[in-house]
């Protein structure tokens, strides 16, 4: 548990690391702040709490068995994702949906899988 939680908070440092920063800074449209996210419904927190958690799961577990891949596998994915949904949020919602619906994997698994496909 204890390794878990120290590549979760190495994570962040791994993915903006060099040029990656501004890779993954490019685009914060769609973002959340907290006090956003704290007017919203609750439903809406615990969707989005569940998916952060998920995904820095997903990341941690990428970064323990490939550290050196980690942060260019990652950058990759982002950039085919906003390729594929031009940083708007409800094509990228139509895109997640399509890659989740009929598939009993890992939410965030599928979408980090077919990112570049």
Same mark, same amino acid.
């Given at each position: 548990?204890? *390794?878990?939680?120290? =590549?979760?908070?190495?994570?962040?440092?791994?993915?903006? /690391?060099?040029?990656? &920063?501004? @890779? +993954?800074?490019?685009?914060?449209?769609?973002?959340?702040?907290?006090?956003?996210?704290?007017?919203?419904?609750?439903?809406?927190?615990?969707?989005?709490?569940?998916? *952060?958690?998920?995904? =820095?799961?997903?990341?941690?577990?990428?970064?323990?068995? /490939?550290?050196?891949? &980690?942060? @260019? +596998?990652?950058?990759?994915?982002?950039?085919?994702?906003?390729?594929?949904?031009?940083?708007?949020?409800?094509?990228?919602?139509?895109?997640?949906?399509?890659?989740?619906?009929?598939?009993?994997?890992?939410?965030?698994?599928?979408?980090?899988?077919?990112?570049?496909?």
């Amino acid at each position: 548990m204890l *390794a878990r939680r120290v =590549l979760l908070a190495t994570v962040p440092a791994i993915l903006l /690391s060099g040029a990656q &920063a501004s @890779a +993954l800074q490019e685009d914060t449209a769609f973002w959340f702040r907290g006090t956003q996210l704290m007017e919203a419904p609750r439903a809406v927190r615990l969707g989005y709490a569940a998916g *952060a958690h998920d995904m =820095l799961s997903l990341l941690a577990d990428i970064a323990a068995a /490939s550290p050196e891949d &980690a942060a @260019a +596998l990652v950058t990759e994915a982002v950039h085919c994702m906003r390729q594929k949904t031009a940083g708007s949020l409800g094509k990228f919602t139509d895109w997640a949906e399509s890659v989740w619906r009929n598939r009993h994997s890992s939410a965030a698994r599928l979408l980090l899988a077919q990112a570049c496909r």
